[in-house]
C-alpha cells in the first residue's frame, strides 16, 4: 500500500520531514568539522521523534502544529551543538568492523577486503560547496570474499581514489539496523516480519547507511565500467542525488549516489516500514515490491510531488528534477556501471583444473546463491507445514505470548 492511499499519514510524515529537514541543513555544513560531528540526529531529534510516536500509535494521526513548533525550536537550538567525537570516517569504520578485521585472515581463495579510509583537507566532498559525500558503501555476508568480487573492490578503488570505501559484512548491517531509529518509529517492530537474511535486510539497510551517512552505495556485483568514461567528476557538486536507470525506468536501487538526509531517503524508509506492515504473508515475501525497487520508487515520486515543478514524467532519462526543499536529482540513462560483468566466463576453480562459469565459482566460493533461488530451495524443501502469517497477525500473536519468534527461513 503506497503512502498515498493514506493521506493522514502523509500529512504526518510530511510535517515530520519538515522538522528533520532543518537538521539536515546544519548536519551537512559541520558534518566535516575536524572538531568534531554532529551529535547524533537520532538523539538531537528527540523532541521532534516523540512527538512522531505519539502520533504513530494515535488512531487520528492528528497533527499538533503547536507541538511541531516547539519541536523544530528545540531543532534549531540542538542542532548548532556540536560535541566532541570521533572523525566521521572513524565513526563509520568503527560501524563498519574495520578495526577488527585489520588481521583478519580467510582462507585460501577468499580474500579479506579491507576498509579504505582517505582523508584530506575535505573528507567527504571534494570541494566546499559538494553535496555527496567521497564515502563508499559495499556488502556481503563475510569480508573473506570470493577472488572475483574482491576483484570489482579493487576497481572501485582504482576508480575513485578519493573516496573512502567501507565494507560491511552481515553482523556491521545487524548493527547499524540495531541503532536508536527516532526519525522512524515502528522500524525495529517491523523488522521483526522480516524472516530471510540477505535481500530483504539488505534492501533497509542500503537506505538507512545512506539517509545517515550519504555516499555512494553500490552492490558487491556492480562493476565500474574501465574506459575512463565516469570519474569522480562525474557526479556533479551540485546533486543532491544521482542514479541510474533500471529496465523499468525506475531510479537505480543497485547503484545510488546521494547526500546525508536526503527527503527521498526518508521517504522511502517510511514506505518500507508501512509495507513490511502490510505484508500478507511473511514466508513468500514479494521483496521488489516491499523493500526493493518498487518501494524506492514511490518514495521517488513523493519526493518530486514536494517540489516545485509537477512532472508529467517522473522516469525520463538523462534529466534533472527538482523536488523538495530545492533538491536537484540527475537520472541517467547511461550505463558507467556494469552488473555480473563476465559472469557467463568460462573460469577454472581454484586448487583444481574443473571449469565453470564465474558465476559459479563466486556462488562455490562464497557459499552463496541468489535471493530468489535460495528462497525456492527452501519452500521446495520444507516440510508445508509452516504456516504462513500476515506481519499484523504475526506481530500480534508474538506480542501476546501465543508463539515464539519464527527462525530465519533461511
Known sequence: MALSTNMSKLLWASVVLSVMYSLMVSTSNLRSASSGILEPAEKIALTATSTATVLWKNSNNIVDIGVVDDALDELDSASTRVVSSLDILDEIDILSGGPQAKNLKCPPPLVAFQNVIVRSSSTTTNNNTQLIPNIMHLSFKSRCLPQDLFTILEQWRTKLPNHSIFFYDDDAIERLLQ?????????????????????????????????????????????????????????RSDLSAFFMEDPWKRPSQWWIAVEPRHPMMYLTMFQIIENLFQMENIRVPRVVF?????????????????????????????????????????????????????????????????????????????????????????????SGNILAFSCRKYLEKLENGSMEEIDYYY
Open 290 to 382: 516491499v523493500t526493493g525497487p518498487h518501494a524506492q520508487k514511490i518514495g521517488w515520486d513523493h519526493f518530486l510531488g514536494m517540489g516545485p515543478q509537477k512532472y508529467d514524467n517522473k522516469y525520463k532519462g538523462d534529466f534533472e528534477y527538482e523536488g523538495g526543499y530545492g533538491k536537484i536529482v540527475l537520472k541517467t540513462r547511461t550505463k558507467f556501471v556494469g552488473q555480473k560483468v563476465g559472469y557467463g566466463d568460462i573460469v577454472t576453480l581454484y586448487n583444481s583444473t574443473k571449469q565453470v562459469t564465474r558465476r559459479k565459482r563466486i556462488e562455490r566460493e562464497s557459499g552463496t546463491i541468489h535471493f530468489t533461488a535460495a528462497r525456492a530451495a527452501q519452500q521446495k524443501n520444507s
Open 179 to 235: 541503532q536508536e531509529w527516532l526519525e522512524f518509529p515502528g522500524l525495529h517492530r517491523a523488522m521483526k516480519c522480516v524472516r530471510y537474511r540477505g535481500a530483504m535486510t539488505v534492501d533497509v539497510w542500503r537506505i538507512l547507511i545512506l539517509y545517515k551517512y550519504g555516499g555512494i552505495y553500490s552492490d558487491i556485483d556492480v562493476s565500474p565500467v574501465m574506459d575512463g568514461s565516469f570519474t569522480e567528476r562525474s557526479i
